[in-house]
Each structure stands twice: as C-alpha cells, then as structure tokens.
C-alpha cells in the first residue's frame, strides 16, 4: 500500500505563486519518474511536469518558464514551485509516482487562481 502526503495548494490572485509538495511511503520500488498533473471537470488530465530519476525533466508548454519541478525518486519526493499563475492554471492538482511494474497517484490537491 502506497501513502501520499500532499500540500500547498489553495488561493493566489494571479501573479502569484504557489508551492505543491508531495512525499510518498510505502510498498514503491525502484521508481524511475515522479510527476504532477491537473485536471479540471469534464476536461483529461494532462501533465504538467515530471522528473526523472537522474534528473531529467519535461514540462507542458503551458507552464515552460513559470513552473519549476523538482525533487527526489529515491526518496518519493517531488515539489512543483509555480510562478505567474494564470487563472487557466486552476485545477485539481495530482501527485504521480512511476515505479516498476505500477503507477500511483495521489488524491489530489486544488490550486485556484482567482481575484
């Protein structure tokens, strides 16, 4: 069984920033990418970044510049600091853990970017 902790999300007025930070224990091995996504209702979930082990990155288009991953796949760690935030970017914001043989995601954590 597999536990996420997740954290930072809620309100910021555009402009502003926000920092999501997820830890996850338990049963995971050998996890080779950790990542976050954001869905919005009757809309897929898309990614929104992902890191590697080794530390590789990618990011949507829609975040490149504004949004920062990082983190730790050894130790089921991974951080998103997000800048300029738009209203486009309120979603339910998802912690995702890529390890052999398995998938997990976290509950989710809402970020809303409102005046």
């Known amino acids: 069984q597999v536990q996420f902790v997740e954290s930072g999300g809620g309100l910021v007025q555009p402009g502003g920033s926000l920092r999501l930070s997820c830890a996850a224990s338990?049963?995971?091995?050998?996890?080779?990418?950790m990542g976050w996504y954001r869905q919005v209702p009757e809309k897929q979930r898309e990614l929104v970044a992902l890191?590697?082990?080794?530390?590789?990155?990618n990011y949507a288009d829609s975040v490149k510049g504004r949004f920062t991953i990082s983190g730790d796949t050894a130790k089921n760690t991974v951080y998103l600091q997000m800048n300029s935030l738009k209203p486009d970017d309120t979603a339910v914001y998802y912690c995702n853990i890529g390890a052999a043989g398995a998938v997990y995601w976290g509950k989710g954590i809402l970020v809303t970017v409102s005046s």
């Open positions: 338990g049963s995971i091995f050998s996890s080779y990418a």
């Open positions: 890191i590697r082990s080794g530390g590789r990155t």
